[in-house]
C-alpha cells in the first residue's frame, strides 16, 4: 500500500507542485483513503518529503549500477553523462519534483535525514573516475566531482526544462529525435574537450563504438 500512496503521490506532485496537490486524488489514485494515507506515510507534508526522498534514491540507485570503476575513465564519463540525460527523458516527475523544490528553497529537503547519505557514494564514484583519469593521462585536471556533476546535470536539465520557450525562441523542435541525438553528442563533447582538452569535434562525431574506434585510430 506504501508504494502505492507514494507512486500515487509522485505523479499528483509532479503535475500541480506541492501547493496544487491534493491529498484526496493521490488517496483516490492510489485506492486508498485519507486515514490508509496519513497512517502508511503521513500528513501532506511528510508525504511530499518521502516522494522526493524516494524520487533521489531511484536515480542514485541506477547510477550504482553504470560500473563507472570498470570502465576508462573517458568511457566512464560519457557514460554518465548519456545516462543522465536518458534518466531525464524517461522521467519528466523528476524534474518538475526538483523545480517545485528549489522554489521552495529546499525547506522540506533540508528536513530529511537520507538525501545526503544517499549522494556522499556517487561523489566519491566520480572522484574515483577523475582521479584514474588524470593518474592515466586521459585527463588533464582533477577537477571537483560535485561541480562535474552538477555541470553535466545543468546541461541536461537546463534543455529539457526549458525547451518549450526554447523551441519557440530558436524555431526549431528542440525535443525531436534529431535534436535530442545532437545535444547529447554536443554535451559528451563538451564535457570530454574540457577533461581532456581535445577538440569538442572528436568526441561529437564519436558518438558509436565503431565511431569511437575509427576516430581512436587516427589521434
Not at 496537490?21 to 500528513?43: E, Q, T
Not at 563507472?68 to 519528466?92: K, V
Not at 593518474?135 to 526549458?162: E, H, K, M, R, T
Request: some cysteine; glycine content about 6%.
Amino acid at each position: 500500500m506504501r508504494l502505492r500512496i507514494l507512486e500515487a503521490a509522485k505523479q499528483e506532485f509532479s503535475a500541480h507542485g506541492l501547493a496544487g496537490a491534493r491529498v484526496d486524488r493521490i488517496a483516490v489514485k492510489a485506492g486508498a483513503n485519507k486515514r490508509m494515507l496519513y497512517y502508511h506515510v503521513g500528513n501532506k507534508d511528510e508525504l511530499y518529503l518521502a516522494v522526493l526522498e524516494g524520487a533521489y534514491d531511484k536515480i542514485r540507485s541506477e547510477e550504482r549500477g553504470l560500473d563507472l570503476e570498470h570502465l576508462d575513465p573517458p568511457e566512464a564519463i560519457r557514460r554518465l553523462i548519456e545516462f543522465t540525460w536518458n534518466y531525464f527523458l524517461r522521467n519528466p516527475e523528476f524534474l518538475s519534483l526538483l523545480q517545485t523544490e528549489n522554489l521552495a528553497r529546499a525547506k522540506h529537503l533540508k528536513r530529511s535525514t537520507k538525501v545526503k547519505s544517499m549522494h556522499s557514494p556517487f561523489v566519491e564514484m566520480i572522484r574515483t573516475v577523475v582521479r584514474r583519469g588524470v593518474d592515466s593521462g586521459d585527463f588533464q585536471v582533477a577537477v571537483d566531482p560535485v561541480q562535474l556533476y552538477i555541470s553535466i546535470a545543468g546541461l541536461c536539465f537546463f534543455y529539457l526544462s526549458n525547451s518549450a520557450t526554447l523551441s519557440v525562441i530558436f524555431g526549431r523542435d528542440l525535443l525531436d529525435k534529431k535534436a535530442k541525438d545532437e545535444r547529447l553528442a554536443h554535451m559528451v563533447g563538451l564535457v570530454l574537450a574540457a577533461l581532456t582538452g581535445q577538440s569538442v569535434a572528436l568526441f561529437e562525431i564519436a558518438k558509436a563504438p565503431k565511431a569511437r574506434a575509427a576516430v581512436a585510430q587516427t589521434v
